[in-house]
């Protein structure tokens, strides 16, 4: 079975993986089949995996045990990428997989999922379609979810994030659609946490970025820095969002569905209600051409039919231009599209002059950066983001940090 190992450490080549590493995979991998007592041709069963890491956790130390498990997926990936065949049917696949995916779109609608969330999940159903070469839907196991999962990690090289987005994709196919309950037969090789710190603008770059915005994009800009705001929390915000009185903003079905209450900047307060006199001429100008309300969330359009007409449902940023709705199909106005907004702070960029790598969310990480250099306790920062956990939040005390202790250089001392 010469060839067999040397096709694994062949693909081990591809992979990347540091040189000095690779043969160690190999020899965790020789281990375990010698313990086991099986051949070079034999996937390595979860419950066969167990026994052996368990063996091994009283012998060495915890970094090689995860080294000897990564290993060990990464072998039965290897061997399951050899078995992989294509559809026989292609005609009778293609229609199963169009029906499937259309299921797919109908259960999450049924559960009322953001029609971004349907858009993403849909394309990573096409992703594991191609990746699975058209198998029939009826055919497919826990074991190509597994595969799939594995081939992002290590062949694409994908954040842990993006990992975790398919996940949730494929989870939902195999459960709602498929009734499949694969949870427990998850054993995919998981991607690496590559740790990077958000890109912040300086105070001066931000200001400098905001004079370079033409209406509207430097208000959608300016609430993103002054109030921690995603760009689709902006977006999506509506009149009766805006608190003038208390200086708040409502966040309505932010990030994992939650709601939270974030501050209105003083110095937004008189441009924004200005900016609201003339959204209120676009408002009543599809009053009278009596257009469809604006969409509203959830349930509340077949409770309150003629909600979407009022005026405190209006978009605070509404498109000049009206849209198809793809859910409904029905014409009406729509939000701005963000992409018109990332191209405008793009341009607004380079005419500032800033070489920084930075995009619109930049904003959002300026303002928690500024938030803690000025001192403000880490939970408050935490609230206003909206974070669920702290540790999210934690990252933007390196930046700050940096800020704070002006550390000398012993070169320059």
Not at 98 to 109: D, I, Q
Not at 139 to 145: P, Y
Not at 341 to 364: D, M, T, W, Y
Not at 385 to 412: E, N
Request: hydrophobic share 35%.
């Amino acid at each position: 079975m010469r060839s067999r190992w040397h096709e694994f450490e062949n693909y081990l080549q591809k992979l990347p993986l540091p040189e000095k590493v690779r043969p160690f995979y190999v020899f965790w991998v020789k281990k375990a089949l010698s313990w086991n007592k099986h051949s070079p041709s034999d996937v390595i069963s979860e419950e066969t995996k167990k026994r052996f890491i368990k063996f091994l956790e009283s012998r060495y130390e915890p970094w090689q045990v995860a080294q000897a498990e990564e290993a060990i997926k990464l072998y039965n990936y290897f061997l399951s990428r050899r078995e992989k065949t294509a559809c026989r049917d292609k005609h009778e696949c293609e229609i199963a997989w169009s029906y499937l995916k259309e299921e797919a779109r109908r259960l999450m609608r049924l559960r009322q999922l953001s029609y971004r969330t349907e858009k993403t999940y849909l394309s990573w159903i096409e992703r594991f379609q191609r990746f699975t070469r058209d198998k029939s839907p009826k055919d497919l196991t826990a074991g190509d979810f597994q595969d799939f999962l594995t081939h992002l990690a290590v062949e694409h090289r994908v954040a842990p994030s993006t990992q975790n987005q398919a996940l949730n994709a494929l989870a939902f196919l195999y459960k709602r659609v498929l009734k499949q309950d694969i949870e427990a037969t998850i054993e995919a090789v998981r991607a690496r946490e590559r740790r990077r710190l958000p890109v912040v603008l300086e105070r001066d770059e931000v200001e400098s970025v905001l004079r370079h915005l033409s209406y509207p994009y430097h208000l959608i800009a300016g609430l993103m820095y002054g109030a921690g705001l995603r760009l689709s929390e902006a977006l999506n915000l509506r009149v009766k969002d805006l608190d003038f009185d208390k200086r708040q903003i409502i966040v309505r079905a932010g990030k994992g569905d939650k709601d939270r209450v974030t501050i209105l900047p003083a110095r937004l307060a008189d441009p924004l209600w200005d900016h609201l006199q003339k959204v209120r001429q676009l408002y009543e100008l599809d009053r009278e051409n009596n257009l469809p309300g604006v969409s509203l969330p959830g349930a509340l359009e077949r409770k309150y039919p003629n909600a979407g007409k009022e005026w405190g449902w209006f978009w605070l940023f509404p498109s000049p231009r009206l849209s198809v709705d793809p859910k409904s199909l029905v014409v009406r106005r729509h939000h701005l599209y963000p992409t018109s907004v990332q191209r405008a702070f793009k341009k607004a960029l380079r005419e500032a002059g800033i070489e920084k790598p930075a995009n619109v969310h930049s904003l959002r990480h300026s303002f928690a950066t500024h938030l803690l250099e000025a001192g403000y306790h880490i939970r408050t920062v935490q609230e206003l983001l909206g974070h669920k956990h702290v540790q999210t939040t934690m990252i933007y005390t390196h930046l700050a940090r940096k800020s704070l202790l002006h550390v000398q250089s012993p070169l320059d001392g």
